[in-house]
């Protein structure tokens, strides 16, 4: 095989499960080490810098790191259910219990640039783009149909989920930066927008339109019937406190999820979550569904709705067709199917119905004659790397760039927008984008003292509280979930693998005395001869066979055999280093960071001579 | 060198064997030698095949004298019985606890200083009486625990770490075993357990005193140019008569051979071991043949390694001695007293 070139920023960066997975790249073990030291502060700024929204995504992120994470693959009894590290948890600890950081914030320049950015909606992709450029100089104006900026940020996720308090302060940060906020204005024609001379405009107007269900007696019972997204945004706005007592929510993603606990809430004592797939497919994260299922929410599946029935005018209740799911197919076209089971249809009674279906995209204020490309399905052509449509200075994130996705996932956009926008108003090449900063650094302080707690938690993942019921069903205000505290907060932190201090080897020092491969409780190193990669993966001390990990591979050593290490349920523990005679391992923190907007960005510029 | 536990999680494919462990439940404390030292690897080697043959722990007394070497029974076998003796005197323990437990697994682990200066006159009775054991000299050629003097096995002409050869002859204790009547008798190094590994179990099956001589660097004052027990001039120097593939009950490595190549030796109790021949002519059931050679190409410079002697009809010291089939602490007083009419027929037999 080739020898791995560590140079390379991506090698060491996948091997930080969390950080690769994370859209934004934040560096989750740095700021875990912090959170366990104690330093709520700075963990929160690494935070900060990286996802915009550390205190928003620690309630409600979709936690892309959590399934990626390297713990939730060495501990043998969660074999079957894996239990990674409570990543976004912690950083809840941190937005909790930090000091006032106010004073680390990037402070509004003192001089301008003169150039100006619109950003279509308030949601996090937009205050994202505010967020990295204001403080460069740049006059951002950020519009919203709504009175608070946020998006969906507040009006779709509920309070019980999402304290007030906590968007007030996330989004006050970047608001006070010098935000230009136009609240309460709707833009209803992006030609006339691009009239008034901006210097690039940023559509982060999110997916507003929740789809229908057009089956028989949809009008009908239409006064009962109501689109989920809209609904839950009514209650925000507390335009609606109160439901039926018996509610069906059709749907299986998060937004189902808020709808029925929402409705528990409002006065719904008999609520359930009716699904065409079954339990495992539904789209609402795990941890979403418990939480529902613990409120005393049972969810149906395998039910495809066929008509909502009325008397008089008024909803009764829906019909369902019962399936069952049938996979078939083979390799990329096995698909699964939904084929009637030709059991009697099944009809629930209901007072309300939400429907939680799926959202979409709706731009009925671009008028199709601007030039901005749309294909088949109705979506901006959008570039995926600069997040350019086919104007070039109106870009595109979030919800509105390629479907509904998640909060973090619109940072990630905001943030290559930024530079997008940053690059152009400089004159420079979009398509150059900018590398990581990337820092390698030995964590060795003495002969068996390292910079990190290298000592392995054998702890199981621990539980967030959950308030009383009781209190939580009664107010829709209260916040359901009460974080970690402190010490729980530490001991899960001790969980951490610290993935991103790196085993490093150097072949040329190294004597092939087998003391690393003896030491190695995962089995993750072997000394073998070279062969090609899959070759090598079934020779190792313990086969490699998990593919999406790399073997990290050296150059030929004085026996003509290899170093293999297998990357896959390495525990960072670092005695392969302790017990290497010559330094031949070593550790080594491995901080990426992403350049974001700024001069950072900015192709280095020749000096004249 | 460290103080922290190595942590108990492991790969998931780690597999158990027939007696229910895995090959972690057969590690002990963690390592307190020198960071790269042999030792260790001999530590892991033996776990592995302790593993491999599917030993319950509860079935293993390993024994020690004074040194490194003997520091490592605490590093393996944690659940198994130990006994550090007194500096060099390992073998009349052994033999001791041997005679009265004929039952259990004896493995005597020493080393060079321990064997070959205070102890060789123990290492040479126990050799002699054909103690059922595997006895496994660390092989390093200092005194690593008083900081690198040349021990007994140091080669003539060898330097210190100071630069000063060794100006005394060394002790050849694979010379000495085969002498004795050692019925197993093997060499290996610590960087290749492809061979120590099966050449361990090997000797753990055999019954007859085995002995291994294991050629095992010390990192710390004697793995440096000049040294003839260097990790490089072992590698460099290690000329292997044979690689025992297969024994039998094991997993069978499936190599083709071509005629010729391989020596099957099935030993007293019908156990057949399958050596892979890497020396052309190399017989090592011929004792006085295996001397010869040895002794040639020790004279050339080179370390010969592998399953260097093997008496296909080995016996043990309980076989010579005629003694009961039971451990004594299996005796009740029916056995031990047998009463007055066995006493007068004793005595009368010694009219």
């Given at each position: 095989m080739k020898p791995t070139d560590i140079g390379a920023p991506d090698y060491f960066h996948k091997v930080v499960d969390c950080q690769w997975a994370c859209p934004a790249h934040t560096p989750v073990p740095e700021y875990i080490r912090l959170i366990a030291a104690g330093r709520y502060g700075d963990a929160y700024m690494v935070n900060w810098h990286s996802n915009v929204f550390p205190g928003i995504l620690g309630r409600?992120?979709?936690?892309?790191c959590e399934p990626a994470c390297r713990r939730g693959r060495v501990e043998e009894r969660n074999a079957e259910k894996p239990e990674p590290v409570a990543i976004c948890r912690l950083k809840r600890v941190a937005a909790d219990n930090k000091?006032?950081?106010?004073?680390?914030l990037p402070k509004p320049?003192?001089?301008?640039?003169g150039k100006r950015i619109a950003c279509i909606g308030a949601g996090p992709a937009s205050l994202t783009v505010a967020r990295d450029l204001v403080p460069l100089g740049y006059h951002v104006t950020v519009y919203d149909q709504?009175?608070?900026?946020g998006g969906m940020i507040?009006?779709?996720?509920p309070r019980f989920r999402l304290p007030m308090e906590v968007i007030d302060e996330e989004v006050g940060y970047i608001l006070d930066l010098g935000v230009e906020f136009r609240a309460?204005?709707?833009?209803?024609s992006l030609k006339k927008l691009m009239a008034e001379g901006y210097d690039a405009i940023f559509v982060g107007?999110?997916?507003?339109r929740g789809r229908d269900l057009d089956i028989p007696g949809r009008k009908e019972a239409?006064?009962?019937?109501?689109?989920g997204i809209d609904w839950l945004s009514n209650v925000s706005f507390e335009h609606i406190n109160k439901i039926g007592k018996r509610v069906i929510v059709l749907g299986g993603g998060n937004t189902a999820m808020d709808c029925c606990r929402t409705s528990r809430r409002l006065g719904g004592e008999d609520v359930k979550v009716i699904v065409r797939s079954g339990y495992e497919a539904m789209k609402a994260s795990p941890w979403e569904k418990e939480d529902a299922v613990h409120e005393g929410i049972p969810i149906l599946n395998y039910l495809v709705p066929k008509a909502f029935t009325h008397e008089n005018g008024k909803l009764t209740g829906i019909t369902f067709e019962k399936v069952k799911a049938v996979y078939d197919g083979?390799?990329?076209?096995?698909g699964r199917r939904l084929v009637p089971t030709g059991e009697a249809d099944q009809h629930f009674e209901c007072d309300d119905v939400l429907v939680a279906v799926g959202q979409e995209n709706a731009f009925?204020?671009?008028?199709?004659?601007?030039?901005l490309q749309f294909d088949r399905s109705g979506m901006p052509v959008v570039?995926?790397?600069?997040?350019?449509?086919?104007?070039?200075?109106v870009l595109f994130g979030g919800d509105?760039?390629?479907g509904p996705k998640n909060i973090i996932w619109a940072v990630a956009h905001g943030h290559d927008a930024a530079i997008s926008i940053d690059k152009l108003c400089q004159g420079?090449?979009?398509?150059e984008r900018p590398s990581p900063l990337v820092n390698l650094m030995s964590q060795k302080m003495g002969i068996h003292e390292w910079?990190?707690?290298?000592?392995?938690s054998l702890a199981q993942r621990y539980k967030v509280p959950w308030r009383d019921k009781k209190v939580t069903l009664r107010d829709?205000?209260?916040?359901?979930e009460m974080g970690f505290d402190p010490k729980t907060g530490f001991a899960e932190a001790q969980?951490?693998?610290?993935?991103?201090v790196q085993t490093v080897f150097t072949s040329k020092l190294?004597?092939?005395?087998?003391a690393c491969v003896d030491i190695c409780p995962m089995d993750c190193i072997t000394f073998a001869g070279d062969g090609d990669e899959a070759d090598l993966r079934a020779r190792?001390?313990?086969?490699?066979?998990?593919?999406?990990q790399d073997l990290y591979v050296s150059d030929a050593l004085k026996t003509g055999r290899i170093m293999a290490k297998?990357?896959?349920?390495?525990?960072?523990?670092g005695l392969c280093a302790e017990r290497c005679p010559t330094g031949a391992w070593d550790m080594q923190k491995f901080l990426l960071d992403m350049t974001h907007a700024g001069p950072g960005c900015r192709s280095p510029k020749r000096k004249a001579a | 060198m460290t103080y922290l536990a190595k942590p108990k999680l492991h790969h998931p494919t780690l597999a158990k064997n027939a007696v229910g462990?895995?090959?972690?439940?057969y590690e002990g404390a963690i390592?307190?030698?020198?960071?790269?030292?042999g030792h260790d690897s001999i530590s892991a080697a033996i776990v592995q095949a302790c593993w491999e043959l599917d030993?319950?722990?509860?079935r293993v007394a390993k024994l020690s004298g004074i040194g490194c070497s003997s520091k490592t029974p605490t590093y393996f076998l944690g659940n198994s019985h130990g006994f550090n003796s007194v500096h060099g005197r390992m073998p009349s323990v052994l033999t001791g606890a041997n005679l009265a437990n004929r039952e259990l697994i004896y493995l005597g682990v020493s080393g060079d200083g321990d064997s070959?200066?205070?102890?060789i006159g123990q290492f040479a009775h126990s050799v002699r009486r054909g103690v059922n054991m595997v006895y496994i000299v660390e092989n390093n050629g200092v005194y690593g625990l008083t900081k690198g003097q040349f021990s007994a096995t140091a080669d003539k002409g060898s330097k210190s770490k100071r630069g000063v050869a060794n100006t005394d002859e060394p002790l050849d204790m694979i010379g000495m075993a085969l002498l004795l009547g050692a019925t197993y008798v093997a060499r290996s190094f610590s960087g290749d357990k492809k061979q120590l590994v099966p050449l361990i179990s090997a000797a753990i099956q055999h019954r007859g005193a085995a002995f291994i001589d294991v050629v095992s660097?010390?990192?710390?004052?004697?793995?440096?140019?000049?040294?003839?027990?260097?990790y490089d001039y072992v590698r460099e120097h290690n000329e292997a008569v044979?690689?025992?593939?297969f024994i039998e009950g094991?997993?069978?490595?499936t190599a083709e051979y071509a005629p010729g190549q391989v020596v099957e030796v099935a030993q007293h109790d019908g156990a057949l071991l399958r050596l892979r021949k890497?020396?052309?002519?190399?017989?090592?059931?011929?004792r006085i043949k295996v001397m010869k050679y040895l002794q040639e190409r020790a004279a050339a410079g080179e370390v010969v390694t592998g399953?260097?002697?093997?008496?296909?009809a080995s016996s043990d010291l309980h076989e010579h001695l005629n003694t009961?089939?039971?451990?004594?602490?299996?005796?009740a007083e029916r056995e031990l007293c047998p009463g007055s009419v066995m006493l007068d027929r004793i005595n009368a037999a010694l009219r």
């Open positions: 409600t992120c979709d936690r892309p000091e006032d950081i106010r004073d680390r320049p003192k001089q301008k640039n709504d009175p608070r900026a507040w009006s779709q996720i309460g204005v709707r833009i209803d107007s999110g997916a507003p239409a006064a009962r019937i109501h689109i083979e390799g990329e076209k096995r009925p204020w671009i008028e199709r004659d601007v030039g570039d995926k790397v600069t997040m350019q449509s086919t104007l070039p200075h509105s760039a390629f420079e090449d979009v398509r910079s990190y707690d290298n000592d392995i829709i205000k209260v916040e359901v969980r951490c693998l610290n993935c991103d190294c004597i092939e005395c087998d190792l001390n313990a086969p490699a066979r998990n593919l999406s297998d990357e896959d349920v390495c525990l960072h523990c | 462990y895995t090959r972690r439940d390592s307190t030698l020198c960071a790269g030292c030993i319950e722990p509860h070959a200066s205070i102890g660097p010390c990192v710390a004052f004697n793995n440096h140019p000049g040294s003839t027990k260097s044979n690689r025992l593939d094991r997993d069978e490595i890497l020396a052309p002519d190399y017989d090592p059931t011929d399953l260097l002697y093997l008496d296909p009961v089939e039971a451990p004594l602490n299996q005796l």
